[in-house]
């Protein structure tokens, strides 16, 4: 999969999945299209308006959800598939939910930079194993062991129930529905 471009100002390219290809290529299209579908959801917007929160008392917001998706791909892949002892890039001890809860400090060119490099390495780490590997490290909740084929299927389901709500934040934002 090629990456997704580095300017967060252009509309990204969304490749629909192939719908006749075998089941790995199937769950990595996928989830390339939901990882899309988030830059959509961001692109042309300004830091202000990507910190917009929904709607009371939610406190999403598109930069927070680019921030919780590049926490996600941390632990998920480098965590749970790669065994890696890496801390999280925003929780703290006193705010695991932080990668959510955005200032004026935070900014976009930070979380998407943070983002990509997140799904740069899920991608490498992913390349090196077969969907029925299991991870190197148990799931912290669980304790059980995980295969990629689930990561995947975890994966795209987290990034379709996110890229709703982002769907909803940035008809909020300009009215903009839909793709």
Not at 11 to 33: H, I
Not at 116 to 123: D, G, N, V, Y
Not at 134 to 139: D, K, N, V
Request: hydrophobic fraction near 40%; include cysteine; glycine fraction near 6%.
């Amino acid at each position: 999969m090629p990456p997704m471009t580095t300017d967060h100002t252009a509309v990204p390219e969304r490749v629909w999945p192939d719908p006749t290809t075998g089941e790995r290529q199937a769950l990595e299209q996928w989830l390339e299209f939901h990882r899309a579908t988030l830059a959509v959801k961001c692109a042309g917007l300004t830091d202000e308006q990507l910190r917009t929160l929904s709607t009371p008392p939610s406190e999403l917001s598109l930069l927070g959800l680019v921030r919780h998706m590049a926490e996600v791909e941390r632990g998920w892949f480098r965590k749970v598939l790669g065994g890696e002892r890496t801390s999280w890039l925003y929780a703290t001890d006193e705010d695991f939910d932080r990668d959510l809860h955005v200032t004026e400090d935070d900014s976009y060119e930070e979380a998407y930079a943070a983002w990509q490099a997140e799904i740069a390495h899920a991608r490498g780490l992913a390349a090196r194993h077969a969907l029925d590997d299991l991870g190197a490290s148990a799931h912290h909740r669980t304790g059980e062991l995980i295969n990629l084929r689930w990561i995947y299927l975890h994966m795209i389901e987290e990034y379709a129930r996110h890229n709703g709500h982002a769907d909803l934040i940035r008809e909020r934002i300009d009215g903009a529905t839909g793709a």
